[in-house]
């Protein structure tokens, strides 16, 4: 809960950010260096969280690419409507947000206004990633008759509750039994 | 775009929780290659002479997998190379790998052929009888039927070899403990929440022993055996989420055991409940417990059967974002059957570190106990001498030992 109350509060001061700067940014220029300050720490938060999430929202793309294929492969009309409508739009969108993060990480925090005003505008566009457009494409599955649309959800990323990793650390911690109680000698 | 996947991360996207997500995505080769060195307290795990020695290891492990399609395979190969500084009769090579042909995963109908092979030793329990050397095959065929949403039946048949050769001992001897191993099992899978599975399975087979009975005048029995064995189990539970933040993994069953007749008596029976519950609870995102009880029965090398009592907690934390610290506690009662009765009781702690430097880089550190109790001794004659110059004490050598060891190591990925 702790990280997930940290993840909130730093969105939120994004978001907050955003709607004070973005207009500004749209001009090219800052009217002080305290909003200077906060552009720059809108993009450092940012790119710190972007490669973590384009790197999950880079996974629900590629499963959501093998259960589009199979929506196609058993000619499931309805399924396939809400793959057509929604699916196109979260690959562009996960398309821009890689390049939106690439350019972000890898630009030195020294940049001019008009980069960093730039970057704003992409931020506040593409800040949420694939998430809301996934929403929507599991929606429409959702609400498909006879639960037809279940078989080919994805969970948003960040819901589901992850514990085999650390759970196969922690089998691996255990210590081996280094006699399997053979005759030799007496063990 | 740089991927950096902290400790965090695992546990915030589920996505690269399972070790299944990469079969997913496509073929891939991933190689992991550690490197540890750690100090060793009692490395014969004797009762009364307990010599430390420092070793160094080295453990590649390759995974991978073909593209996904209705063919494709997936694979494992991992081995360990372990120097001793001081006691070299310690030193070793394993090697461990499987291999998996998959057949219409995700269909109707699917199946999987399976076979895994692992040469190892165990241990030389002391500094001139030599480790010894083993040698395990298996290979089996399953097969999987939706039966409609969310239900699925199992079928699997395997065939078990395991294969023994102790250095000190001549002809069948040496090979005593070999065996094979027939079984099958059928299954029937029921999802009654979307992550959550009820199922019930049938497991049946029967273990055969090259040498069933024979003399050894190496052991204090004149007359030993190893005898072989059919059993069959039924067994039902649950296996998947349980609430929001905790996993389930249970099973209650009756298992027969039945042992054949030999010279020493009519045959052994277990007949009994046998049962393992194992949860996890995400504490916070954070912090994970894990905690288990095992009360299982399985065949033994020492005597006919070995019933085996298991409480174990686990508990991992991730510091930050790049640091895992995780401890793990267990205790084990181990009650051997006839005709060679024998209770053991087994303390084990751990604690470790992982620090993930980034994506390819870990640095790993350990700390490791192993308190063993048996009422078991040794009565072979012993002329082994004590790092002081007196005689190991011999006959009656308890089985019992303390060990431990520390290490740190480092494991990249490619």
Redesign the interface.
């Known amino acids: 809960?702790?990280?997930?109350c940290r993840t909130r509060r730093s969105l939120s001061n994004l978001i907050a950010g955003l709607l004070l700067l973005a207009p500004l940014a749209a001009m090219g220029q800052f009217r002080s260096p305290e909003d200077r300050r906060i552009a720059s720490d809108i993009i450092k938060t940012f790119s710190r969280e972007c490669?973590?999430r384009?790197?999950?929202d880079?996974?629900?793309v590629?499963?959501l690419e093998?259960q589009n294929s199979?929506a196609q492969k058993l000619a499931n009309q309805k399924v396939q409507k809400c793959f057509q409508s929604g699916y196109s739009q979260i690959i562009a969108v996960h398309s821009i947000y890689?390049k939106v993060?690439?350019e972000v990480?890898s630009t030195p925090e020294t940049s001019t206004d008009t980069t960093k005003a730039r970057q704003l505008l992409d931020i506040s566009n593409y800040q949420a990633g694939i998430r809301p457009h996934h929403s929507v494409l599991n929606d429409c599955l959702q609400g498909l008759p006879n639960?037809e649309g279940?078989d080919y959800m994805i969970?948003l990323?960040?819901?589901?509750?992850?514990?085999?990793?650390?759970?196969?650390?922690?089998?691996a911690?255990?210590?081996k039994?280094?006699?399997?109680?053979?005759?030799?000698?007496?063990? | 775009m740089k991927r950096f996947i902290g400790w965090s991360g695992i546990l915030l996207f589920s996505q690269f929780a399972g070790a299944n997500a990469p079969s997913l995505i496509g073929p891939y080769l991933k190689t992991d290659i550690g490197v540890n060195t750690k100090y060793q307290y009692n490395v014969y795990h004797d009762f009364y002479r307990a010599i430390g020695d420092a070793t160094v290891s080295v453990n590649p492990e390759f995974t991978g997998q073909t593209r996904p399609s209705a063919f494709y395979v997936k694979g494992r190969l991992k081995g360990i190379y372990e120097k001793f500084a001081s006691q070299t009769i310690q030193d070793h090579f394993d090697i461990d790998g499987d291999l998996k042909l998959l057949i219409n995963e995700n269909e109707e109908w699917s199946g999987a052929l399976f076979g895994s092979g692992k040469l190892f030793s165990d241990p030389s329990p002391n500094e001139r009888y030599g480790r010894i050397a083993r040698m395990n095959a298996n290979g089996g065929l399953r097969l999987s039927k939706v039966t409609g949403k969310g239900r699925s039946l199992d079928f699997e048949g395997s065939y078990a070899l395991e294969s023994f050769n102790d250095p000190n001992q001549t002809g069948v001897y040496s090979n005593m403990l070999n065996n094979q191993n027939l079984e099958a099992l059928a299954q029937y899978n029921n999802a009654f929440l979307p992550e959550t599975n009820w199922f019930l399975r049938a497991k049946g087979g029967m273990k055969n022993y090259a040498t069933t009975t024979f003399n050894n005048p190496s052991y204090s029995e004149s007359l030993t055996a190893k005898r072989n064995s059919y059993y069959g189990l039924i067994e039902s539970g649950f296996v998947g989420r349980l609430t929001e933040r905790s996993t389930v993994d249970c099973a209650v069953g009756w298992l027969y055991r039945q042992y054949a007749a030999s010279t020493l008596d009519q045959g052994t029976l277990f007949a009994e409940p046998v049962f393992y519950m194992r949860f996890v609870e995400q504490v916070t995102r954070r912090d994970q417990l894990l905690a288990g009880y095992n009360y299982i029965v399985s065949d033994s090398y020492w005597s006919d059967y070995v019933l085996d009592q298991e409480i174990y907690l686990g508990l991992g934390r991730v510091m930050g974002d790049q640091v895992l610290v995780m401890g793990r506690f267990s205790y084990v009662y181990k009650s051997f059957s006839k005709p060679i009765r024998r209770d053991d009781e087994r303390i084990t702690s751990s604690i470790g570190i992982r620090y993930s430097i980034n994506p390819q880089l870990k640095v790993t550190g350990d700390f490791k106990i192993d308190l063993y109790s048996s009422d078991a001794y040794n009565t072979d004659p012993s002329a082994l001498t004590n790092p002081n110059g007196t005689i190991v004490t011999a006959p009656d050598r308890p089985v019992s030992y303390k060990a431990g060891s520390i290490g740190i190591g480092i494991v990249a990925t490619y």
């Open positions: 809960m702790i990280i997930n490669t973590l384009g790197a999950a880079g996974d629900v590629d499963q093998i199979k890689k993060c690439s990480t639960r279940l969970a990323t960040g819901t589901g509750l992850s514990v085999e990793e650390l759970k196969a650390e922690l089998d911690a255990a210590v039994d280094v006699f399997p109680a053979t005759f030799v000698p007496f063990r």
